[in-house]
């Protein structure tokens, strides 16, 4: 196993505008320290409104919290209205997007190839893509859900070579879990990013199969961090509900700090 640095991703979802969004990125540098970030990686994920702004004060105070987005289309530019290219995020110093997220999936009728597209093209912008995959609780109750997420990790990476595959990250979000409060199990979500990493393993090898980060998300808490963190094969989290409050996101980032 490589010595993989963990990724906590905070993904705002439509949650605050841009004077919210500055205010949230200070507060949090004044609650994280130089430790954290040996430590940890840290990105936040704001609505694209607030990106501009957000950037500007990552940069202008030197804060060493990752910029991403929460989607983008795969096209570079054209007659795609309400659409934001990878090339227009990656202007921004973006370097981490969020794609797949079950929410686009289905309120938004994202399928496995948009999101393969997308996760080429985000590549291709010189970012990296989260990219996201998960069960719904009848999936699971059917015994169905590492199958779907296997079949969702083949179907989202397909045509990658290795090395792009080693440097990407996926995030474990099973559907029942988010916004729910109700968390996976720490045995669960284990079994879960295993798997995706021994389908890595053998469609990409070995060597993209130990780099790539796994993250899971789904109500992810300050309580239920440490013990999610603390799995083999969890690299991270993409933490929703609990990313709008900075004291909140930064007792996540803290998790090795507990117990
Ligand atoms: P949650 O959201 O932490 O609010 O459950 C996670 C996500 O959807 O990324």
Redo the contacts with the bound molecule.
């Keep these: 196993m490589t010595n993989r640095k963990p990724l906590i991703s905070g993904?705002w979802?439509m949650h605050h505008n841009h004077f919210e969004a500055i205010q949230m990125v200070q507060k949090l540098s004044y609650l994280l320290s130089a430790n954290d970030y040996d430590a940890v990686d840290v990105s936040v994920h704001p609505p694209f409104t607030d990106l501009r702004s957000v950037q500007t004060v990552l940069e202008s105070d030197g804060i060493p919290v990752a910029l991403g987005a929460q989607h983008c289309h795969w096209e570079e530019r054209g007659a795609f209205t309400g659409e934001v290219s990878p090339a227009m995020l990656a202007k921004l110093n973006v370097s981490l997007v969020?794609v797949g997220?079950?929410?686009r999936r289905e309120l938004f009728g994202e399928t496995d190839d948009d999101v393969k597209r997308k996760v080429e093209a985000i590549l291709a912008a010189g970012m990296t893509p989260i990219m996201?995959c998960g069960e719904t609780l009848e999936e699971r109750e059917a015994g169905q859900a590492r199958a779907k997420v296997e079949r969702q990790v083949v179907a989202g990476l397909a045509g990658l070579k290795a090395p792009q595959v080693a440097g990407l990250v996926v995030?474990y979000?099973p559907i029942w879990?988010?916004?729910?409060g109700q968390t996976a199990t720490p045995e669960d979500a284990q079994e879960m990013c295993g798997a995706i990493r021994s389908v890595v393993r053998s469609r990409w090898g070995v060597e993209a199969a130990d780099s790539i980060r796994i993250q899971y998300?789904?109500?992810?808490k300050p309580v239920n961090a440490p013990d999610l963190m603390r799995q083999s094969d969890i690299d991270g989290a993409?933490?929703?509900?609990?990313?709008l409050d900075a004291d909140e996101f930064a007792r996540i980032i803290a998790y090795r700090l507990v117990g």
Excluded: M, P
Aim: hydrophobic share 35%.
């Design positions: 993904n979802k969020v997220h079950s929410e996201c995030a979000e879990a988010i916004g729910t998300g789904g109500s992810v993409l933490v929703g509900g609990a990313s």
